[in-house]
């Protein structure tokens, strides 16, 4: 019999509903998910339209006359995004928001390419907690992921010699939205070397070029930032000895739990929140029961995923132990929250595939986690208005 709708709409579906959902998250907070990292994006991207150029204020908090610097403390292509559909959008704000909700169509997109008839289970990864607060917040993490993502299938694909142009455009685009993007750079690097000294390939010729022009680029761009401020990436970074080792490996342990907090996440709403305990109990219990004797074969499952959200973790800890920057929070884990999510709901929803009760369970839980991750209170507040 044939399907009334395809998965294709169904992943559109999925979009629009994390899309509405979205803009009620960022209606209901005070600060329109907004955080000081905000204000400099939007602030270099506002000078950019005024024809000030990439620069912004050195400290926002300074008193009397502001002091001006070239924008180069995060790289410049998320306030170049901004400023591109500010053309269209005058208010900056709403315009940062499209520019994530643009991209997290377009991760859909490559989703449904990917996974096909399971592209809509993988598309519901963005109903989890950290997914939608990565994309609810005025952050490059939204489009820097669509690039991530883009990496991945690339390096999925068999014949990678024909790529090579592609591979460079991302690479290029990773490391222009993050600094960060340099350990997928890292990371082609070694299997290039792998696949060339230990497989014995020798097509890897094609790789090296695109190894090669975006080492030119990424040092031109260094070298650019530190003629301009005198530090390759806008200001002194390394400061191993601001936190102690048991600080560090505590916010590493919790972060690391925090990946696999699908509906709730323990960072945000603390260690004894019994609702979040609730969900992951559920979650774990969902996966057995999902994975219990099954001999599917699911040609979702793929090792790339793995051996890159390895590779990045290992950068991300060796970087944030040398500048501790953020917490390891769903932000700078949010690659490999991503990639964890989109191929396991894959390879689950495959799973699932001929059973209605399965297929329901995951439904239901993916669900529950949807509607605990609004603005409840936001919305029972409107609610009352309307009827009161």
Same mark, same amino acid.
């Given at each position: 019999?044939?399907?009334?709708?395809?998965?294709?709409?169904?992943?559109?579906?999925?979009?629009?509903?994390?899309?509405?959902?979205?803009?009620?998250?960022?209606?209901?907070?005070?600060?329109?998910?907004?955080?000081?990292?905000?204000?400099?994006?939007?602030?270099?991207?506002?000078?950019?339209?005024?024809?000030?150029?990439?620069?912004?204020?050195?400290?926002?908090?300074?008193?009397?006359?502001?002091?001006?610097?070239?924008?180069?403390?995060?790289?410049?292509?998320?306030?170049?995004?901004?400023?591109?559909?500010?053309?269209?959008?005058?208010?900056?704000?709403?315009?940062?928001?499209?520019?994530?909700?643009?991209?997290?169509?377009?991760?859909?997109?490559?989703?449904?390419?990917?996974?096909?008839?399971?592209?809509?289970?993988?598309?519901?990864?963005?109903?989890?907690?950290? =997914? =939608?607060?990565?994309?609810?917040?005025?952050?490059?993490?939204?489009?820097?992921?669509?690039?991530?993502?883009?990496?991945?299938?690339?390096?999925?694909?068999?014949?990678?010699?024909? #790529?090579?142009?592609? $591979? @460079?455009?991302?690479?290029?685009?990773?490391? @222009?939205?993050?600094?960060?993007?340099?350990?997928?750079?890292?990371?082609?690097?070694?299997?290039?070397?792998?696949?060339?000294?230990?497989?014995?390939?020798?097509?890897?010729?094609?790789?090296?070029?695109?190894?090669?022009?975006?080492?030119?680029?990424?040092?031109?761009?260094?070298?650019?930032?530190?003629?301009?401020?005198?530090?390759?990436?806008?200001?002194?970074?390394?400061?191993?000895?601001?936190?102690?080792?048991?600080?560090?490996?505590?916010?590493?342990?919790?972060?690391?739990?925090?990946?696999?907090?699908?509906?709730?996440?323990?960072?945000?709403?603390?260690?004894?929140?019994?609702?979040?305990?609730?969900?992951?109990?559920?979650?774990?219990?969902?996966?057995?029961?999902? @994975?219990?004797?099954?001999?599917? #074969?699911?040609?979702? $499952?793929?090792?790339?995923?793995?051996?890159?959200?390895?590779?990045?973790?290992?950068?991300?800890?060796?970087?944030?132990?040398?500048?501790?920057?953020?917490?390891?929070?769903?932000?700078?884990? #949010?690659?490999?929250?991503?990639?964890?999510?989109?191929?396991?709901?894959?390879?689950?929803?495959?799973?699932?595939?001929?059973?209605?009760?399965?297929?329901?369970?995951?439904?239901?839980?993916?669900?529950?986690?949807?509607?605990?991750?609004?603005?409840?209170?936001?919305?029972?507040?409107?609610?009352?208005?309307?009827?009161?």
């Amino acid at each position: 019999m044939k399907q009334l709708f395809s998965p294709s709409f169904f992943s559109f579906a999925i979009f629009l509903v994390v899309a509405a959902s979205i803009f009620l998250r960022i209606q209901a907070s005070p600060g329109n998910y907004t955080s000081m990292d905000s204000m400099y994006y939007l602030k270099a991207a506002e000078n950019l339209l005024n024809g000030q150029g990439l620069q912004t204020p050195l400290n926002h908090q300074i008193e009397g006359e502001e002091i001006i610097q070239y924008f180069a403390i995060w790289p410049i292509g998320y306030p170049l995004l901004i400023a591109t559909v500010g053309l269209l959008i005058p208010n900056l704000l709403w315009a940062s928001k499209v520019v994530n909700l643009l991209f997290l169509g377009g991760i859909v997109v490559l989703l449904q390419k990917r996974f096909g008839k399971n592209g809509p289970w993988a598309a519901m990864a963005f109903v989890s907690y950290g =997914m =939608m607060e990565v994309f609810s917040h005025t952050w490059s993490e939204g489009p820097f992921l669509f690039f991530v993502l883009a990496f991945v299938f690339l390096l999925e694909k068999e014949d990678l010699s024909t #790529s090579w142009i592609k $591979f @460079t455009l991302i690479l290029i685009a990773l490391f @222009t939205l993050r600094y960060a993007g340099i350990i997928f750079w890292g990371f082609l690097f070694f299997l290039t070397i792998y696949r060339y000294f230990i497989l014995k390939l020798k097509n890897q010729k094609y790789l090296w070029y695109a190894l090669s022009i975006s080492t030119l680029y990424i040092g031109t761009y260094l070298g650019f930032n530190y003629w301009q401020t005198g530090y390759l990436t806008g200001a002194a970074r390394v400061f191993p000895a601001q936190e102690s080792t048991a600080t560090f490996f505590y916010y590493l342990s919790r972060g690391v739990l925090n990946i696999f907090a699908f509906a709730r996440n323990f960072w945000s709403f603390g260690a004894n929140d019994l609702l979040a305990l609730l969900f992951l109990l559920v979650q774990c219990l969902l996966i057995y029961l999902l @994975t219990k004797k099954s001999v599917r #074969s699911s040609g979702s $499952f793929s090792t790339i995923p793995i051996q890159v959200s390895g590779f990045y973790f290992m950068g991300i800890v060796l970087l944030r132990f040398l500048s501790p920057f953020d917490a390891f929070d769903f932000r700078i884990m #949010s690659p490999i929250i991503m990639l964890l999510y989109v191929y396991g709901l894959a390879h689950l929803g495959q799973l699932a595939e001929g059973d209605q009760k399965k297929q329901l369970a995951l439904l239901s839980f993916l669900a529950l986690s949807w509607m605990v991750n609004l603005p409840n209170k936001f919305l029972w507040e409107k609610w009352l208005g309307v009827w009161g």
